[in-house]
């Protein structure tokens, strides 16, 4: 964040104000994690803020310190619609267009308060008064981490954020793994560890903590897997039927798209995933190397995200989804098949 935003956000800071984070709909390790991270760090200084998710979240996120403040706009919907009334301040963390919000966005457009955007997605909307965006960070929290150096706060980081902030990057940079991941994020994680984040335990909270239905429902994934090796693809289905055969639960599904990257000479993976609540089938996309699922979500599916990670959705059926998606390959085979 460059100085002239600091010096801004410092005067909003200095001035009482009614103050609520938000982060994107299915809130995922980075979002919640960034979100409790920037609430405990406004705690540690003495200002107060609520954290309000537009719905739930997996189980393995709600050990994160705070999570039990956090109001769900689902359940807790009349006291969370006051608090954005009431609000002065709002942080938008880790998305950039405030349809991402699912149900907020409505309340949130309506809302008269100053914006604050943290987010590392491409091609941010506007409504913010402050825009810290940069598509290069691994993670919102890597972003919220530079937000409190920029306060001049990295003394005040104490074993509550970093562990929220350790989360965030581990998640969204797959364990550190991803292209995005620099010297700077391993410096920033070495302070984290040293400010009291308990890297094994983080992981092991995230990572291993299954239910025997999860590793079933993967079971049925991979089983269901089909691989299309004249464009480096693989793509796998979970019907509803899947799902509930094997007992889901939110959440339950959180990686299983980057399996199909893992198979030698695949760069493109998808995942459908059917929701018959919502009618919709919720896909997501992930590649390696140059092919930008960004651009593909964003052309064909309703979605976007990053260039090696996004997501979209596809009202059709199951197989009238696939079928659309497996004719586009086609069309990107030049892409795909270098
Ligand atoms: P996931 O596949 O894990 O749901 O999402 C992967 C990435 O794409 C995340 O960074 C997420 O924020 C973004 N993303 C997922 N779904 C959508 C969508 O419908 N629209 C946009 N713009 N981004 C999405
Ligand atoms: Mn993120």
């Known amino acids: 964040m ?3 935003d600091a010096a801004k956000v410092r005067e909003l800071l200095d001035q009482p104000q009614k103050i609520v984070i938000i982060p994107h709909k299915n809130p995922d390790g980075d979002a919640m994690g960034s979100c409790l991270g920037l609430h405990n760090f406004l705690t540690s200084i003495g200002i107060e803020s609520d954290v309000i998710a537009p719905n739930d979240y997996p189980k393995f996120l709600k050990w994160l310190p705070g999570d039990a403040k956090v109001l769900n706009f689902e359940r807790e919907n009349s006291q969370a619609k006051r608090k954005i009334e009431e609000a002065t301040l709002i942080f938008t963390l880790d998305f950039n267009h405030l349809s991402r919000a699912g149900q907020l966005e409505e309340p949130l457009s309506a809302s008269k308060a100053n914006f604050i955007m943290i987010d590392h997605h491409q091609q941010p909307d506007s409504y913010a008064l402050i825009t810290y965006s940069d598509v290069r960070m691994s993670s919102t929290c890597e972003m919220v981490y530079n937000f409190i150096e920029s306060l001049n706060g990295t003394n005040s980081i104490d074993a509550a954020i970093a ?4 989360t965030g990057i581990m998640t969204d940079t797959g364990s550190f793994k991803f292209r995005s991941t620099t010297g700077r994020t391993h410096r920033i994680v070495a302070d984290l560890i040293d400010k009291g984040a308990d890297n094994t335990q983080i992981h092991q909270n995230v990572f291993d ?9 993967l079971g049925a994934a991979l089983k269901n897997m089909v691989i299309l090796q004249d464009f480096r693809s693989a793509y796998i289905t979970l019907s509803q039927d899947d799902l509930d055969t094997n007992n889901f639960k939110k959440g339950d599904t959180e990686g299983f798209v980057n399996y199909g990257l893992t198979l030698e000479n695949v760069v493109f993976s998808t995942i459908f995933i059917e929701n018959k609540d919502e009618g919709i089938i ?3 996309f992930r590649s390696v190397g140059d092919f930008s699922v960004n651009e ?3 052309a064909h599916f309703h979605g976007g995200g990053h260039t090696n990670a996004a997501g979209g959705r596809s009202t ?4 009238t989804t696939v079928k659309k998606f497996v004719a586009l390959l086609a069309t990107y085979k030049t892409q795909l098949v270098p």
């Open 163 to 166: 562990t929220c902030l350790y």
């Open 282 to 284: 919720k896909i997501s």
């Open 209 to 217: 903590t299954n239910s025997a239905g999860r590793l079933q429902l």
């Open 316 to 319: 059709d059926d199951m197989a």
């Open 296 to 298: 593909f979500a964003r």
């Open 2 to 4: 460059d100085s002239a």
